[in-house]
């Protein structure tokens, strides 16, 4: 193999993490893309799941590939860090299908013998472009995008300091896609594990960059906002039962607004309030 010697894409930020930050969002993961993450059939038999932007300390990484093994035991999991010393941090706990590696959205993959990348399945950025500017995401979707087989997934968001909240784009690399094809939004996923109790706001503060600067009027997440805010109010006699109950019935109460969300029981009575934003 060679390694393909290019300057990392991005720039360096906070790498503020901590245990079991994204465990929800690897439990999220475990149930929206367990086949993705569970394939073996062509490429897949070697493609990654990349965590992009590990931060401080290569913890979060380490709970995914222990959070998806039991389901694929040899899935290869590469943590992607732009800042240098994080990358020599978490050398110490890399094994034959563990890696870290320095880079960034231009991810570190190296040539395979037959002239292809190493192959990527599911790509995780969480907390990572919230410290870019807005005009930053596109491209790095692009890039991002590029990397992801057919049928691969891009996660993409921002949680509270515990993860106890968090809100990301599901971006998916169309199955017929190559290098190029642009990844297509599948839905933006709210999520609480109700500690904090339950109000359409508390999702407000914790939008991904391409969001976080348009909830304002005109704006597509603005009227979402104003409609679960109003779903809410209409269903708060539910708020007897507990946080939970109240967050599934403003769920149904947006559905009949119009608004495309899931109302399968296994997301939202575990938190997940998944939208198709579309005009
Ligand atoms: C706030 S930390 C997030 C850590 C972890 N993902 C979490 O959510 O707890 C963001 C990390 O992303 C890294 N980062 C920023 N831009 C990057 C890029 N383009 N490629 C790789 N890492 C990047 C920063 O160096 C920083 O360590």
Redesign the pocket.
């Known amino acids: 193999m060679r390694v393909i010697s290019k300057r990392?894409?991005?720039?360096?930020?906070?790498?503020?993490?901590?245990p079991h930050?994204?465990r929800r969002v690897d439990n999220f993961l475990l149930l929206y893309a367990a086949n993705l993450l569970r394939r073996l059939d062509g490429d897949f038999a070697r493609a990654f799941y990349v965590d992009?932007?590990?931060?401080?300390e290569p913890v979060?990484t380490l709970e995914s590939a222990q959070c998806f093994r039991p389901i694929n035991p040899t899935l290869p999991v590469l943590g992607?860090?732009?800042?240098r010393e994080?990358v020599t941090a978490a050398l110490p706990f890399a094994n034959e299908i563990t890696h870290f590696r320095l880079?960034?959205?231009n991810l570190p993959l190296f040539r395979q013998p037959n002239g292809a990348l190493e192959p990527v399945r599911l790509i995780r950025a969480?907390?990572?472009l919230r410290q870019y500017e807005e005009s930053a995401v596109a491209d790095a979707y692009r890039r991002l995008g590029s990397y992801l087989l057919p049928g691969g997934l891009l996660i993409e968001g921002t949680?509270d300091p515990t993860g106890r909240i968090w809100v990301a784009n599901l971006l998916r690399k169309p199955a017929l896609g190559d290098g190029d094809t642009p990844l297509q939004t599948e839905a933006l996923v709210f999520s609480t594990n109700f500690r904090d109790g339950f109000d359409p706001g508390i999702f407000q503060t914790r939008l991904p960059k391409n969001y976080i600067h348009r909830v304002v009027p005109g704006e597509l997440v603005y009227d979402f906002f104003q409609a679960w805010k109003q779903a809410a109010l209409e269903t708060l006699p539910i708020q007897v039962w507990g946080p939970r109950q109240w967050f599934m019935a403003s769920a149904q109460a947006l559905a009949a607004r119009g608004y495309r969300v899931a109302l399968q029981r296994k997301w939202l009575r575990r938190g997940y309030l998944l939208w198709q934003p579309s005009r």
Do not use: C, M, W, Y
């Open positions: 990392p894409e991005g720039q360096p930020t906070r790498g503020k993490t901590a930050r994204l992009l932007g590990f931060g401080a979060t992607v860090e732009i800042d994080r880079g960034g959205f969480f907390n990572v949680s």
